[in-house]
């Protein structure tokens, strides 16, 4: 059964730094591809970043390319979202994600790609 625990979310001042992480179970991280997706009270869920199976490529929304970095360690099976430079209108909850199939490079940034969730982490920047 797969599982997906998103931690490390919390309350921090614009210009701060936040590191998520999503603990995976019931799949090898390294199989999958896996993204990170954000909320926003009264918005659509968004993209924010993935990274693919295999080569670890990486994919990242427009909005927080040069300010956040996604990893994963195959040793812990977890993946990582490293938040820098963090601004009021990155506040959301945030997701993690896994695509519906192993060793896939479907569309990392369609939330229909995923087929399992985390329940989220709540990440609020003051100004």
């Known amino acids: 059964q797969v599982q997906l625990v998103e931690s490390g979310g919390g309350l921090v001042q614009a210009g701060g730094s936040l590191r998520l992480s999503c603990a995976a179970s019931g799949r090898a991280v390294s199989k999958i591809g896996m993204g990170w997706f954000r909320q926003a009270p009264g918005k659509e869920r968004e993209f924010v970043a993935g990274i693919s199976w295999g080569d670890e490529t990486t994919y990242y929304a427009d909005s927080v390319k040069g300010r956040f970095t996604i990893s994963r360690d195959n040793a812990k099976n977890t993946m990582y979202l490293q938040m820098n430079s963090l601004k009021p209108e990155d506040t959301a909850v945030y997701y993690c994600?896994?695509?519906?199939?192993?060793?896939?490079?479907?569309?990392?940034?369609?939330?229909?790609?995923?087929?399992?969730w985390g329940q989220g982490t709540q990440v609020t920047v003051s100004s």
């Open positions: 994600a896994q695509h519906r199939w192993l060793y896939s490079n479907s569309n990392y940034y369609l939330t229909q790609e995923y087929g399992y």
